[in-house]
């Protein structure tokens, strides 16, 4: 019997490479089903391992260490506990959400929802969101009676409302469970016995609103209990459950841990400590399945989303999936439990299968009795629709009411409505009634409240009522075509190409919008626009929208589309529809409304000279131009100048070239000159650059228009450099006389040519001579204008000019009129006038050139008189004091105002000393220097640099390629430097000659001022610098003035005097000023005299110097003379050193007396303690050894240890590591030792998987098997040290006790799967009939895809298959048992394992297989594979293989299908076996065949019964006349009648009876008669019979004909003539009769009747024509249709 769940194993964490111990509530956490989160120890790295549920081989590992970790449900968040110590991390955007201290421990966290954390201390509950900064928010207390409980739980409903906390506790050797359920509403917390609970929101029946119901479970001494009831609600709609559960015998102590509900199936999942899983029903309480699913513990559970079910994880580090089975749940409440209404109610809360002959039968017995409401209900709750169908709508129909009671379908369909939506056969029998009493809005709240089932069927029945409400069920029912009919009959254009793109529809978009135009016009602009400015591109073709509305001539509704298809960014791709635009506008006199699309500038691509012709015959000139090229199209719109801007037509022309330009400006001047002057001129202006002013001036001075010169380059020559322009503007200017002009431009430009202009100005004979004064005075002609004007007598404006224009042109002035031979007085009395504007010195040099001095003399007095300090006027005072030496040196040392340099030159070739006397005046250094050094003062110069002081002065005389700096050298010494009494001037000359780099010369002078007895003698840097440059130019001096000299800096000049290697000197230096730490520190750094060195400091006898000498000892690799200096010095410094060196040679003996002496003096020191402990060790003093170390100490045993076992010394290591309790590295060097067992001993003490494996490896070299046992179990409960270990053993041969070693292994509590698979894999190796026997016990806990490649590469094929079957690689699986089937094959696993193949190739080769190697079971097989397998491919293989009679029960199986080859396949086995019986039950069963082909086999068969057969074949394929000769010549005469009549044609019938009356077959002539009665001609059938004398055979056809005309006269009369007129056609004749009518009047009458009969006629056919052609939307106009349909949307 099939169980009501679904059990699998998702994924097992221990093949992740998780340690076993991190499987257990602390360590795993469940916090939904997206995550695992795992606190894993693998070997020394704590880490936290993230597994994604969906992709569970890729897991995340971070390397923490943390006391609890937790995911959130949704995001890839992680929070971390350490201590109080609360941490929360985004994974994905790598960084810190929020941190937090908390005051107290947490026991228990778990995530609640998405973003909050709820946190359970030993006194309270927290909720920590993730949204802002806020820090934990306490909830609510913790009861007393929870204080001692282990928290196992806690939970909040979907709305956070309710709070349920779990714990646990040992009591009377029983586990009791408590709880407490908080209400945040209300505040308020209620104490519960129970150990697991849960909420679950259920929508209870009658009920609109969601409940929520509250389960938990409880065991106690008295027993197990499930309670259910609803909280949360002020009156409780659900009776609340108690219901008692049970536990097994063999689990009386076991209890519930976990519970989860399911709201798809209103089921609670509960689980036991033991696992057993428990199904409950949630709201009766009803046990619906029990079982035990585990042997280990589930100690974490979560919702299953995928499966509406349960997902945990046991301490096996399996991920199970625990859902209801949909299939088997309600079989099985019925079969096995026998709770018929537990199945109903399940079977239609949760439209499961399994219960449907329940639903019928009790629907049937509900209505038999009456009970519609009953039956009603029934059929509302049927799974999967059962009942809900036209059958059981018919049923309620035509049943009979109950008095009283309202219809019983109206009460279905109450029942329906309550219950949720109809289906659309409901919905469409509702509307009808309801429509008809016009209760539209009753449809229209269903519509809403998605009640009633939409359909097209439902929505034309809606329409003729309501369009808008038609629109929503067409919406619904998706019926697109309606739908976008409904907009537009509504006007709601805008919603119609949104609906039609979001469903994918393409409507007809040009006769839609044709009928919304005839409708209404503004709505159709709107739609189009819509139409052709979709985003997606246009729907339609614009030039159809535009036909559509020219048809009516809306050129506005034309504007608006096309600017709006155009849009504001005009495209190349628009350029017909612009041009369209244009040419619309300008045929169809809206000419303005095209210029202002134009002056927009929003159309850049249409055609140009097309819409230019246009433009030009609209009279906009202006445009026009704009749009043509050509010049002559250009020359002949431009001459409309009335109608064009000047402003346009200036810029216009920037659109031509130089050439047309010109052209065009030479056609407007010729054609009126006074009137386009102005514009020329504004063009020759704006385009001056590209015309060029040359061309433009040409063709103003062709038209002789100066004026037009003058304006155009009057805008221009501000901005030209031409000189021409600017010439030419200065003729110009002059010839209209514009003199202003003329003067300011001449006065400002730069680029005229002033030669070309003056000479001009000269032949003007201007009135005013201002310009040529201007031009001459900027341009240096001022010579030339003096001459022109004095010899003009135009003095007056020499005056102007110096006066007003320009004084400081006066020399030249006074020069051209000396030249000139001017008046003396004259030239005076200018000088006097211009007074101090005259400049001095330009005005001396000129007169002084022409020997003129004396005539400037009174000038000069008179500017110094009036208190002149200008410097020329004072430089040509001293030049005249000089040459008239009136007292020149008092005026040079007292007059401050000369120029020194000038002065001075003027002075050195009359006399020397007055040019040194002003060039030191005014500090004129190089000049000086040049004058001495020419006239050889040298000793004047050598003062003039003392008392100068000036660095860079110095350093120009003292340069070595001065010829003069030996003789200025001797008098700075002999003179110069000894007269000074300035220290300053001291300083300064000798820091020259430092800097001059003179050492000798400054020693000598140095000697000068120190050693002989002058002022500075005692001057201490004078003695630094005497000696220091002795050290660097006269070393053997050196050594005297140390000895001489005392007032010295001895430190510095030692450590200079080391530098320059003077070592001795420096000795000297140190040891006279008692400096005996850098005396010794000379003798060994730079002398290298050891000994000398021990000599120093055995006679100064100072621990500093011994220190030094020690440590150069040490560096030397003197260690024991070293040791004894630094023992002597009792200094410890440098004891890393010692200790270096002293091991280096191996000089532990002397090392252990320093180390002592370090101990002794420096206390405890961790680097001392250790190296003596390890001298010990090497000096194998292990009594000293092991007295230091048991006495207190700092030593760092361990790596003492450790040094001693890497070099061997095992007695003393193993004297450390005992010492320190390192029983991992006591093993390994016991092991060295020989002394196996104490090492296994020492490595059950340090406990860590290395030290097993190292003493593992000993034992198994030693060949120690049993002990090396003992360390290996240890070894491979570690998956990761798993294969090296395997590897170890059997890189050695040691197959036997590795497998001994992994069997043993196998009943360990912590084996794991890569124990089970490595042993699998050595079965497969070395003892393979053991391997079978391995995987079936234990296949469940083997990475069996590494087992797969094993045995596949030891061709282990049976083990192999068995392998793939549960490792669900059934295609594989089935794959293994074909290739292999000797040793593999077994026909019922390969009967089960096939339907569950997913590669379709496989199963046709598995029934190549069979057919090959099993042929008598391959219908068992092919029964197998019905449901997956191309019936029509099985046959074809079978066929190639010629074996298709064998799976004949296969095809006949199938056939039902009608499947063309199947039922060719059948037909063709019923041909060969020659059973024409159930042949023709197939070909009349299943029509899916290939008639022709088999008909024409058959044709020529041996037996007449198939060639029968044949002939229906072709009678099927309406081959009738092939069908009737076959049954012919098989005289099968009843076939052929049958098959003539079938035909329906009179031919095949009359040649068949003339075939019976040539064959004299009377009776079948007869028989043919009646059955093709109405296929034959009474005059055919009258003209055989009589010829061959069968007329009594075709009387009763006669017969029946005669009768069958009479009916029909009958009828015509009936049909033509009313009732009054056969009466009076009856009267009439019985009139003629009876002699009372004439027989004319009767023939009167009877042609009125005809009239009549013949009007009646007419008007029917029109009534008829009007019919049709309303029909199709049209009326009749004029015995013609015409018009339009009569409505827009009837095609809709």
Not at 307 to 312: C, E, K
Not at 903 to 910: F, I, P, T
Not at 1428 to 1436: C, E, L, N, P
Request: glycine share 4%; charged share 25%.
């Amino acid at each position: 019997m099939a169980i009501p769940i679904r059990y699998q194993e998702l994924f097992n964490l221990s093949t992740l490479g998780l340690s076993p111990d991190s499987f257990v509530f602390a360590n795993c956490t469940l916090q939904s089903d997206k995550f695992i989160c795992v606190r894993d120890q693998s070997g020394q790295q704590a880490q936290v391992v993230i597994i994604d549920n969906s992709n569970p081989a890729s897991p995340t590992k971070f390397p923490i260490t943390a006391d609890s970790a937790i995911m959130n449900p949704t995001q890839k968040i992680l929070a971390l506990k350490a201590g109080q110590q609360l941490q929360i991390f985004h994974i994905e955007e790598k960084r810190k959400v929020k941190d937090h201290v908390l005051n107290e421990p947490v026991s228990f966290w778990k995530w609640i929802s998405s973003n909050t954390i709820a946190m359970v201390t030993d006194t309270a509950v927290y909720h920590w969101s993730l949204e802002g900064s806020y820090p934990p928010a306490k909830v609510f207390d913790r009861l007393p009676g929870l204080r001692d409980h282990q928290i196992i739980n806690y939970m909040a409903d979907s709305t956070q409302k309710w709070l349920l906390l779990s714990g646990i506790t040992q009591r009377d050797g029983a586990v009791v469970g408590n709880m407490q359920l908080f209400s945040v509403d209300r505040n308020l917390s209620q104490p519960i016995e129970g150990h697991t609970g849960a909420f679950t929101k259920v929508t209870l029946k009658g009920s609109d609103t969601p409940s929520t119901l509250f389960s938990f479970a409880n065991k106690t001494a008295a027993g197990a209990k499930l309670f259910v009831l609803e909280i949360g609600a002020e009156q409780s709609r659900f009776e609340k459950k108690i219901v008692d559960f049970f536990f097994p015998r063999e689990a009386v102590n076991d209890f519930p841990v976990a519970m989860q509900t399911s709201e798809r199936y209103n089921m609670i999942f509960m689980i036991t400590k033991q696992g057993y899983l428990y199904l409950f029903d949630l709201q009766s309480g009803k046990t619906v399945y029990m079982n035990r699913i585990t042997a280990h513990t589930i100690f974490a559970t979560a919702r299953h989303e995928a499966t509406n079910g349960l997902m945990g994880i046991n301490t096996a580090g399996q991920v199970l999936s625990i859902s209801v089975d949909e299939n088997n749940i309600v079989p099985y409440v019925c079969r096995q439990l026998n709770d018929i209404p537990l199945a109903i109610e399940i079977a239609s809360k949760n439209n499961l299968p399994g219960a449907d002959e329940l639903f019928v039968r009790q629907f049937q017995n509900l209505f038999s009795q009456g009970n519609y409401q009953g039956a009603a209900s029934v059929a509302a709750e049927s799974p999967k629709g059962l009942l809900r169908t036209t059958q059981t709508i018919q049923r309620f129909k035509t049943a009979p009411a109950v008095p009283g009671q309202p219809s019983p379908l109206f009460q279905y369909f109450s029942v329906l409505l309550e219950i949720g939506p109809l289906n659309n056969i409901e919905s469409l029998e509702l509307a009808r009634p309801v429509l008809q009493q016009g209760r539209k809005e009753l449809l229209d709240k269903w519509l809403q409240e998605d009640k009633i089932g939409c359909s097209e069927e439902l929505g034309d029945l809606v329409r003729q009522v309501d369009v808008i409400l038609a629109l929503k069920v067409y919406y619904k029912a998706e019926v697109k075509n309606k739908v976008i009919a409904c907009f537009a009959e509504t006007g709601q254009y805008d919603k119609i190409i949104v609906y039609a793109q979001k469903v994918g529809y393409q409507p007809d978009w040009i006769f839609l919008l044709q009928n919304i135009i005839n409708a209404n016009p503004p709505g159709a602009l709107k739609f189009a626009t819509m139409l052709v400015t979709a985003p997606d591109g246009p729907l339609v073709d614009v030039n159809a929208v535009v036909d559509a509305f020219m048809q009516r001539s809306m050129i506005e509704e034309i504007n608006s589309l096309l600017l709006d298809v155009i849009g504001k960014e005009s495209k190349e791709e628009h350029a017909a529809l612009q041009t369209r635009l244009l040419e619309i506008n300008l045929v169809n006199g809206y000419a303005k409304v095209a210029a202002a699309i134009l002056a927009n500038d929003m159309l850049k691509h249409y055609d140009r000279a097309y819409i230019a012709k246009l433009l030009e015959r609209a009279g906009l000139y202006q445009k026009a131009l704009e749009h043509y090229t050509e010049t002559a199209d250009i020359k002949r719109v431009m001459l409309n100048t009335h109608s064009i801007s000047p402003e346009f037509l200036v810029g216009y022309f920037l659109n031509l070239s130089p050439e047309d330009t010109l052209d065009c400006l030479r056609e407007l001047l010729s054609a009126n000159k006074a009137q386009n002057l102005q514009t020329c001129v504004s063009v020759a202006v704006k385009y001056s650059d590209a015309l060029t002013p040359t061309a433009l001036i040409q063709l103003f001075e062709d038209f002789k228009s100066y004026d037009g010169i003058y304006y155009y380059l009057n805008q221009i020559v501000n901005f030209s450099e031409d000189p021409e322009v600017h010439y030419k503007y200065i003729e110009a200017a002059v010839k209209v006389g514009q003199l202003q002009e003329v003067e300011r431009i001449v006065q400002e430009s730069k680029f005229y040519d002033p030669v070309k202009v003056k000479e001009f100005l000269k032949e003007a004979k201007l009135s005013e001579q201002v310009p040529l004064i201007i031009v001459c005075d900027r341009h240096g002609f001022v010579d030339d204008l003096t001459t022109y004007l004095y010899r003009n007598n135009l003095t007056r404006y020499i005056e102007v000019y110096l006066q007003k224009v320009n004084a400081s042109q006066t020399p030249t002035v006074v020069a051209s009129l000396l030249d000139a031979d001017c008046n003396e007085d004259y030239i005076q009395q200018l000088l006097k006038m211009v007074g101090n504007g005259c400049p001095v010195a330009e005005l001396v040099e000129q007169v002084e050139k022409r020997n003129r001095l004396k005539l400037i003399l009174p000038w000069l007095e008179a500017r110094v008189a009036e208190g002149n300090t200008e410097p020329a006027t004072h430089n040509a005072m001293a030049y005249i004091y000089v040459d008239l030496n009136r007292d020149p040196e008092k005026f040079l040392v007292e007059n401050p105002y000369y120029d020194s340099v000038a002065v001075g030159k003027y002075c050195e070739s009359r006399d020397p000393h007055l040019a040194i006397v002003a060039y030191k005046r005014g500090m004129c250094d190089d000049e000086l220097i040049a004058c001495t050094n020419h006239n050889g003062l040298f000793r004047a110069q050598a003062r003039y640099l003392v008392e100068r002081q000036d660095q860079e002065l110095w350093g120009k005389v003292l340069v070595e390629e001065s010829p003069h700096r030996r003789q200025l050298i001797d008098q700075i010494v002999q003179t110069a430097l000894p007269d000074s009494k300035n220290p300053d001037e001291v300083s300064s000359t000798v820091k020259a000659f430092m800097t001059a780099d003179l050492p000798t010369e400054l020693i000598e002078l140095l000697e000068k001022i120190v050693l002989e007895n002058s002022l500075f003698s005692g001057n201490r840097n004078l003695q630094n610098l005497l000696i220091l440059t002795a050290i660097k130019a006269a070393p053997e001096r050196v050594m005297d003035y140390i000895n001489r000299l005392d007032n010295y800096d001895a430190t510095d000049i030692a450590n200079i005097a080391v530098t320059a290697s003077l070592h001795e000197e420096a000795f000297t230096i140190y040891k006279k000023f008692q400096h005996h730490g850098q005396a010794i520190q000379v003798l060994i750094n730079h002398i290298g005299d050891l000994d000398r060195a021990f000599d120093f400091a055995d006679a100064v006898d100072h621990p500093e110097v011994f220190s030094k000498l020690a440590k150069a000892q040490l560096d030397r690799g003197e260690v024991k003379k070293a040791i004894d200096a630094f023992i002597r010095a009792s200094n410890n410094e440098y004891y890393r050193d010692v200790i270096e060196v002293a091991e280096r040679q191996e000089k532990f003996d002397d090392l252990v007396r320093f180390l002592q002496m370090c101990r002794a003096k420096g206390g405890k020191d961790p680097i001392i303690e250790t190296e003596l402990i390890y001298s010990f060790a090497k000096t194998e003093n292990l009594r000293d050894l092991d007295e230091f170390i048991n006495k207190p100490n700092c030593a760092h045993i361990q790596n003492v240890g450790d040094r001693c076992y890497n070099e061997g010394l095992y007695q003393a290591a193993k004297l450390l590591f005992n010492n320190i309790s390192n029983y991992a590295r006591l093993a390994t060097t016991l092991v060295k030792l020989e002394e196996f067992s104490a090492g296994v001993d020492a490595a059950a003490k340090a406990g860590n998987v290395r030290t097993w494996k190292e003493v593992c490896y000993a034992c198994v070299d030693a060949e120690q098997f049993r002990l090396a046992q003992i360390c290996g179990l240890h070894i491979i409960v570690r998956p990761d040290e798993l294969e090296e270990l395997i590897h170890y053993y059997e890189s050695r041969g040691h197959f036997e006790e590795l497998l001994g070693l992994l069997e043993n292994g196998l009943i360990s509590e912590r084996a794991h799967q890569g124990v089970f698979t490595e042993l699998a894999i050595l079965y497969s190796k070395y003892k393979p009939d053991k391997l079978m026997e391995h995987l079936k016990i234990f296949h469940s806990r083997l990475n069996m895809l590494k087992v797969l490649r094993v045995c596949e590469k030891n061709h282990q094929w049976n083990e192999l298959t068995f392998l793939y079957v549960h490792y669900k690689e059934f295609d594989n699986a089935a794959t293994t048992m074909i290739e292999h089937s000797v040793e593999a094959w077994e026909h019922a696993l390969f009967k089960e394992i096939i339907p569950k193949v997913a590669s379709a190739e496989v199963l046709y080769k598995a029934i190549q297989f069979y057919l090959e190697e099993h042929p008598l079971s391959v219908n068992d097989l092919l029964s197998a594979l019905i449901a997956r397998v191309d019936h029509s491919r099985v046959i074809s293989l079978v066929r190639s293989l010629g074996h298709l009679a064998v799976i004949k029960p296969y095809l006949l199986s199938v056939q039902a299908e009608n499947i063309l080859a199947v039922n060719n396949a059948v037909n063709e086995l019923l041909v060969e076996e020659e059973d024409h019986i159930n042949l023709r039950k197939s070909i009349d069963s299943f029509n899916n065949i290939e008639t022709m082909e088999l008909a024409n086999r058959l044709e020529k068969h041996e037996l007449v019964e198939f060639r029968r057969i044949a002939a229906y074949l072709f009678k099927l394929n309406k081959k009738w006349r092939k069908s009737i000769e076959l049954s012919q010549e098989d005289k099968l005469w009843k076939d052929a009648i049958d098959t003539a009549a079938s035909s329906k044609d009179p031919k095949l019938v009359k040649d068949l009876l003339t075939f019976f009356v040539e064959n004299d077959r009377k009776d079948c002539f007869a028989a043919c008669l009646y059955t093709c009665f109405d296929l034959v001609q009474p005059d055919v059938a009258l003209e055989l019979a009589w010829k061959n004398g069968m007329t009594d055979f075709a009387m009763p056809f006669m017969i029946q004909t005669m009768r069958n005309m009479s009916d029909t006269i009958s009828q015509l009369k009936a049909a033509v003539f009313p009732p009054e007129q056969q009466q009076m056609g009856q009267q009439a004749q019985q009139g003629v009769q009876q002699g009372f009518v004439d027989p004319q009047q009767q023939q009167m009458m009877m042609q009125q009747q005809q009239q009549q009969m013949m009007m009646q006629q007419q008007q029917q056919q029109q009534q008829q024509q009007q019919q049709m052609a309303g029909s199709f939307g049209f009326v009749q106009q004029g015995g013609s249709f015409n018009g339009a349909p009569n409505t827009g949307f009837g095609s809709f």
